[in-house]
């Protein structure tokens, strides 16, 4: 019996040029795929400041006296720190509160449970002291928030494409949606992520954005511009594309966290539980050639993902 052939992941392709590199468009361009690129981050530190935003939010001025005790905090979680503020401010805005008391939001994600913790902070000596609550969440909720990624500072195209999306977003979800640092994979800007359930969308424009959210909301997976869930392995994120996209019975709320079992240094076993049924599939990773993967960075390669029937 013939074995399958390997399959490579549906992603998104077109021939687009420009004068004026931005990598978004060159990754559409080579037909880089957005799935499996999800950050890694089971738990995120989401702290409201209107700006300027640093290259790094630790780096942050606001932050200068206290980044040594709240890295530490935050590395007992392996939480990730992520600045946000409303959209429609502009990086250089005074700080403006958000209570009456002068306080700014801060929340505390914990993706693995889907809950969302709600507080508020004046001094950054408070951040610290929250940033080792995430066992013990304050005013603990599931409401979802999502994040679009706008750190032009980082990221041109994050800040092209990121501001429309947040514009849409915060139309057909008013008072859910926040700007935020950087989400990883500048190339798929728009970049959202949605919390506390940990799925991450590239690619998002003014046109589909709102329509991809909801779907997602109501259990509809855009595989096309799914990057994955945060909490999962990239080899999870892919083997489980790859049964949505086989299985129409199966859909993403129903999916238990997948076992993940390394077979050799580029290849995996995953195991998936949904609905009752088990899926197995064998994950391998290749790298791409090098490619100017941000729009000031340099070359580097990316993970190329195949998928077999386990």
Same mark, same amino acid.
């Given at each position: 019996?013939?074995?399958?052939?390997?399959?490579?992941?549906?992603?998104?392709?077109?021939?687009?040029?420009?004068?004026?590199?931005?990598?978004?468009?060159?990754?559409?361009?080579?037909?880089?795929?957005? +799935? #499996?690129? @999800?950050?890694?981050?089971?738990?995120?530190? *989401? /702290? =409201?400041?209107?700006?300027?935003?640093?290259?790094? %939010?630790?780096?942050?001025?606001?932050?200068?006296?206290?980044?040594?005790?709240?890295?530490?905090?935050?590395?007992?979680?392996?939480?990730?720190?992520?600045?946000?503020?409303?959209?429609?401010?502009?990086?250089?805005?005074?700080?403006?509160?958000?209570?009456?008391?002068?306080?700014?939001?801060?929340?505390?994600?914990?993706?693995?449970?889907?809950? +969302? #913790?709600? @507080?508020?902070?004046?001094?950054?000596?408070? *951040? /610290? =002291?929250?940033?080792?609550?995430?066992?013990?969440? %304050?005013?603990?909720?599931?409401?979802?928030?999502?994040?679009?990624?706008?750190?032009?500072?980082?990221?041109?195209?994050?800040?092209?494409?990121?501001?429309?999306?947040?514009?849409?977003?915060?139309?057909?979800?008013?008072?859910?949606?926040?700007?935020?640092?950087?989400?990883?994979?500048?190339?798929?800007?728009?970049?959202?992520?949605?919390?506390?359930? #940990?799925?991450?969308?590239?690619?998002?424009?003014?046109?589909?954005?709102?329509?991809?959210?909801?779907?997602?909301?109501?259990?509809?997976?855009?595989?096309?511009?799914?990057?994955?869930?945060?909490?999962?392995?990239?080899?999870?994120?892919?083997?489980?594309?790859?049964?949505?996209?086989?299985?129409?019975?199966?859909?993403?709320?129903?999916?238990?966290?997948?076992?993940?079992?390394?077979?050799?240094?580029?290849?995996?076993?995953?195991?998936?539980?949904?609905?009752?049924?088990?899926?197995?599939?064998?994950?391998?990773?290749?790298?791409?050639?090098?490619?100017?993967?941000?729009?000031?960075?340099?070359?580097?390669?990316?993970?190329?993902?195949?998928?077999?029937?386990?």
């Amino acid at each position: 019996m013939r074995s399958p052939r390997p399959r490579r992941v549906a992603g998104v392709s077109a021939s687009l040029s420009t004068q004026r590199f931005r990598c978004s468009l060159a990754a559409l361009e080579r037909g880089d795929v957005p +799935v #499996g690129t @999800a950050v890694p981050a089971r738990y995120w530190l *989401l /702290v =409201a400041h209107p700006g300027p935003w640093p290259a790094k %939010p630790i780096e942050a001025d606001f932050l200068t006296d206290v980044a040594p005790d709240l890295s530490a905090a935050l590395g007992r979680f392996g939480a990730r720190l992520q600045l946000i503020r409303r959209h429609g401010r502009q990086e250089g805005d005074l700080v403006e509160a958000d209570t009456a008391d002068g306080a700014s939001p801060v929340f505390l994600v914990d993706v693995r449970r889907g809950l +969302v #913790g709600r @507080a508020t902070w004046q001094q950054p000596e408070d *951040l /610290v =002291a929250l940033a080792a609550r995430f066992d013990d969440l %304050p005013d603990p909720s599931t409401e979802p928030l999502l994040l679009v990624c706008t750190h032009g500072r980082k990221d041109v195209c994050c800040a092209i494409d990121g501001r429309v999306v947040a514009a849409v977003l915060d139309d057909a979800l008013p008072g859910a949606v926040w700007e935020t640092t950087h989400l990883g994979g500048d190339r798929f800007a728009g970049n959202v992520a949605l919390l506390p359930e #940990g799925s991450q969308y590239g690619r998002l424009d003014g046109d589909v954005a709102p329509q991809v959210v909801l779907d997602h909301l109501d259990g509809r997976v855009d595989l096309d511009r799914w990057r994955g869930r945060c909490s999962w392995h990239p080899a999870a994120q892919v083997a489980v594309h790859d049964l949505l996209g086989s299985d129409a019975d199966v859909h993403l709320p129903d999916v238990s966290p997948p076992v993940v079992e390394a077979t050799g240094d580029d290849s995996w076993r995953v195991r998936i539980e949904a609905a009752g049924r088990t899926s197995d599939r064998l994950v391998t990773r290749t790298m791409s050639t090098p490619h100017q993967l941000t729009c000031s960075g340099g070359s580097k390669v990316q993970a190329l993902y195949s998928v077999l029937p386990g």
